[in-house]
């Protein structure tokens, strides 16, 4: 990355105290172009505080939030509590914050695998689906910063590895710099060029390897999953998709 | 047909209009209660138009827009749910209308009409009101529909996108304030919340849009308040409440027909 571009976010010194308790202790953080920064910690750290003030849904009490002005943000939040009394089919959802008319929304449809998924209720959609749809929208709006909190919640580990590399992705395809949280450092190791381990004030951050070795992450963490159990290594002759379906790898593998 | 019961039809088929557009984000909202209060506390604003001698509807939908910043300003407050401050909202502003209205002794209140509606009553200006307070809120949802779709969907997500969301909500309040006041002659300020949210409720079955919904919920009630005006008519029964029971009714019937899940 280089270090004198402007970044398209940043975070300076964040404190916070709301009901009496201290949620955020002098945070800082930068987001560059085509940057994935990724803020992991346990639960009651911050982490979405830390997101919704550098969104601009809370204020803080200190600290300052810059971001690089004319950016555009693509938000992908942790819920949607949409009410069963709402008919809302997934396009319906799409056009909300975009043009359906947009040149890529086809494009995005179809990157996103949720072309069948068009026409349903929203409240119908597995975890997995509706995430991807949150993602669709959020992309919709050709963003250059995506904030996605928690993107993988709810979806189950075959289908959280294929979201994490769509992110990937993403960031290659538009360039764009992305901020997210996530509650699980080794599934994000691949994807992330940067983690900030976040425990009301910044524990420790910096490449991921780097961060899963460090004591304060150790400390707040415990030993790596894979320290204690024994890794099954083996080769999968198929993988799964996206929606869980079985693709077979029939270019390297010849069956019978 | 006789003139008041043209003009109860016409004025009812109004206030079915523009209830159930409305009532169809008071029902996604979660709203109810709150509809309820700016409801019962419009019989305050009856009592003080009297007490200061101004317009009652100008004066309930004034008394509206002071409870609902009131309101936001009490949504600062996490010591207390929001179904308790509506609670006490509600209550006090419904009991201190009526102890309002006992001290002018000068005046005789129909209370009844206000709590329950006079919709056989109903004159020309009433009419006027209330079509043109109705038109008024149709505009405005038309031409806020989308952000206030994009803000009922979810909240933060239409901020970050760019919607005003603490105008829009404002302005939601002040929709409804305007309902209340011009339909409170109509179905009273106890009954006026059911007109916004059985048709709606009623609409869903077969809504598979929320345009769909909010038109299907304007269309039941429009019929609802033809079958009771109807039934009131015919049985003698007071014509608010029929209309009411009639909009019940056809809710129940939406339901019948097994559990099918919503489309």
């Known amino acids: 990355m280089n270090e004198k571009m402007t970044p398209l976010l940043e975070a300076r010194e964040i404190s916070i105290r709301l009901q009496g308790r201290q949620l955020l202790e002098r945070v800082s953080l930068q987001v560059g172009q085509g940057e994935i920064v990724t803020l992991i910690g346990p639960n009651g750290a911050g982490k979405t505080t830390l997101v919704r003030i550098i969104l601009g849904l809370l204020k803080a009490d200190q600290g300052e939030v810059v971001v690089k002005p004319g950016v555009r943000i693509g938000y992908m939040p942790q819920q949607l509590a949409l009410s069963e009394n709402m008919p809302l089919r997934v396009e319906r959802f799409l056009s909300l914050g975009a043009d359906r008319s947009a040149s890529d929304f086809a494009t995005i449809v179809d990157e996103l695998l949720i072309g069948k998924l068009l026409r349903q209720p929203m409240q119908r959609l597995s975890g997995g689906e509706r995430q991807r749809v949150l993602l669709a929208r959020a992309l919709m709006r050709r963003p250059e910063l995506l904030v996605l909190d928690e993107p993988v919640q709810g979806v189950d580990v075959t289908g959280q590895a294929a979201l994490y590399s769509l992110i990937t992705e993403i960031r290659e395809r538009f360039g764009c710099g ?15 060029d940067q983690v900030l381990c976040l425990n009301q004030h910044v524990c420790c951050s910096g490449h991921p390897e780097s961060v899963s070795q460090h004591p304060a992450y150790l400390e ?3 030993a790596p999953a894979s320290a204690r159990l024994a890794v099954y290594t083996h080769h999968h002759d198929h993988t799964h998709d996206i929606h869980g379906d079985v693709e077979t790898e029939s270019e390297e593998h010849s069956h019978g | 047909m006789d003139d008041f019961l043209l003009r109860a039809l016409i004025a ?4 079915a209009l523009v209830a159930g557009p409305l009532g169809v984000f008071v029902v996604w909202r979660r709203m109810a209660y709150f509809g309820d209060t700016l409801a019962h506390s419009a019989l305050l604003g009856v009592a ?3 007490l200061l001698g101004i317009n009652l509807n100008l004066s309930v939908i004034l008394l509206g827009i002071v409870l609902a910043l009131l309101l936001v300003a009490m949504g600062g407050n996490r010591q207390l749910s929001q179904d308790t401050q509506l ?8 009991s201190l209308g009526l102890v309002v209205m006992a001290f002018q002794t000068s005046i005789r209140v129909d209370l009844m009409g206000y709590l329950f509606g006079d919709i056989l009553a109903v004159t020309a200006s009433d009419l006027l009101w209330v079509w043109g307070g109705g038109l008024c809120v149709l505009l405005a949802l038309g031409l806020f529909w989308q952000p206030l779709l994009s803000l009922t969907v979810h909240e933060e997500l239409a901020q970050v996108e760019g919607v005003p969301v603490a105008r829009m909500r404002l302005l939601f309040m002040l929709l409804i304030a305007l309902v209340i006041a011009v339909s409170m002659k109509i179905v009273g300020v106890l009954l006026i919340t059911s007109m916004m949210i059985i048709p709606a409720a009623a609409a869903r079955r077969f809504s598979r849009s929320p345009e769909q919904m909010a038109l299907i919920a304007a269309g039941i009630g429009a019929i609802a308040v033809a079958l009771g005006l109807a039934g009131s008519w015919h049985w003698d029964t007071p014509a608010g409440p029929s209309v009411v029971v009639a909009a019940a009714l056809l809710f129940a019937a939406t339901q019948l027909g097994g559990k099918t899940g919503y489309p």
């Open chain 2, 12 to 15: 009812g088929l109004g206030v």
């Open chain 2, 48 to 50: 003080l138009g009297f």
């Open chain 1, 178 to 192: 992305v901020l997210m949280i996530s509650h699980d450092l080794h599934l994000v190791m691949a994807t992330t």
């Open chain 1, 220 to 222: 707040l963490f415990g």
């Open chain 2, 87 to 94: 609670g006490i909202l509600a209550h006090s502003a419904l």
